[in-house]
């Protein structure tokens, strides 16, 4: 059994907790932040340690870490945590949820996160320190780079590019053979089918109020 450091202490960790507190593989022994926040701990039972005191507390021999920061700042504070952590020797742990069916044959990048019911086809490549949530799809032969968020029940097709940075939210799709820019934003049930820029938005219109009721809806339609 592995003894591991949650990197943040907030809701995302909180949500790894409940999967690793689950499996048998790890044992978490605690959380590490930017010392500023070590009291805004919200996981309940286990201590949040700031990392300026890490390596007098803990050996990097001794346990590795896994990444449960979320996607502030278009995930740069993940980014900067993944490199902090590793100048000071820690090994970043790839965490693959059991429930994740996994067939590409590439190594996956350090540090990744992969959840429950995601499915990672043949020939994908995975960049370091990306978060892979519950029911996503990578295609076969796309590649999604370093330090990305790719949300639930989004679909990235085959041989797509997804580059550095990027967020991608939930049920977004990204049509086959598709660049989506670094630094890009995609928002929730997008379908993007053009390249897209660096560090640009897309966002799906939002469903829009009927005019009549849901009473006579179910009624007359």
Same mark, same amino acid.
């Given at each position: 059994?592995?003894?591991?450091?949650?990197?943040?202490?907030? *809701?995302?960790?909180? +949500?790894?907790?409940?999967?690793?507190?689950?499996?048998?593989?790890?044992?978490?022994?605690?959380?590490?932040?930017?010392?500023?926040? *070590?009291?805004?701990?919200? *996981?309940?039972?286990?201590?949040?340690?700031?990392?300026?005191?890490?390596?007098?507390?803990?050996?990097?021999?001794?346990?590795?870490? +896994?990444?449960?920061?979320?996607?502030?700042?278009?995930? =740069? &504070?993940? &980014?900067?945590?993944?490199?902090?952590?590793?100048?000071?020797?820690?090994?970043?742990?790839?965490?693959?949820?059991?429930?994740? =069916? +996994?067939?590409?044959?590439?190594?996956?990048?350090?540090?990744?996160?992969?959840?429950?019911?995601?499915?990672?086809?043949?020939?994908?490549?995975?960049?370091?320190?990306?978060?892979?949530?519950?029911?996503?799809?990578?295609?076969? #032969?796309?590649?999604?780079?370093? #330090?990305?968020?790719?949300?639930?029940?989004?679909?990235?097709?085959?041989?797509?590019?997804?580059? =550095?940075?990027?967020?991608?939210?939930?049920?977004?799709?990204?049509?086959?053979? *598709?660049?989506?820019?670094?630094?890009?934003?995609?928002?929730?049930?997008?379908?993007?089918?053009?390249?897209?820029?660096?560090?640009?938005?897309?966002?799906?219109?939002?469903? &829009?109020?009927? =005019?009549?009721?849901?009473?006579?809806?179910?009624?007359?339609?």
């Amino acid at each position: 059994m592995k003894k591991v450091l949650l990197a943040g202490n907030s *809701i995302t960790a909180d +949500i790894l907790y409940s999967y690793l507190k689950d499996d048998t593989r790890y044992e978490v022994i605690g959380t590490t932040v930017d010392d500023d926040y *070590i009291n805004f701990n919200c *996981i309940n039972g286990i201590n949040s340690f700031g990392i300026s005191q890490l390596t007098s507390l803990f050996s990097p021999n001794d346990l590795t870490i +896994i990444m449960a920061m979320g996607y502030d700042n278009l995930n =740069r &504070e993940r &980014e900067s945590m993944f490199f902090r952590l590793k100048e000071l020797g820690y090994t970043i742990e790839t965490y693959i949820h059991p429930d994740a =069916r +996994i067939y590409s044959k590439k190594q996956l990048g350090e540090g990744c996160v992969i959840l429950s019911n995601t499915v990672i086809e043949p020939h994908v490549l995975l960049g370091e320190n990306s978060m892979i949530w519950c029911n996503v799809t990578l295609a076969h #032969h796309c590649q999604v780079a370093e #330090h990305c968020w790719i949300a639930s029940g989004a679909v990235i097709s085959g041989q797509a590019n997804i580059l =550095r940075n990027s967020f991608v939210g939930v049920n977004a799709t990204i049509v086959n053979k *598709i660049t989506v820019g670094e630094l890009n934003i995609i928002g929730a049930a997008a379908m993007i089918s053009k390249d897209t820029k660096p560090n640009t938005v897309h966002l799906s219109r939002s469903a &829009e109020e009927f =005019r009549y009721s849901s009473d006579n809806y179910v009624k007359f339609f």
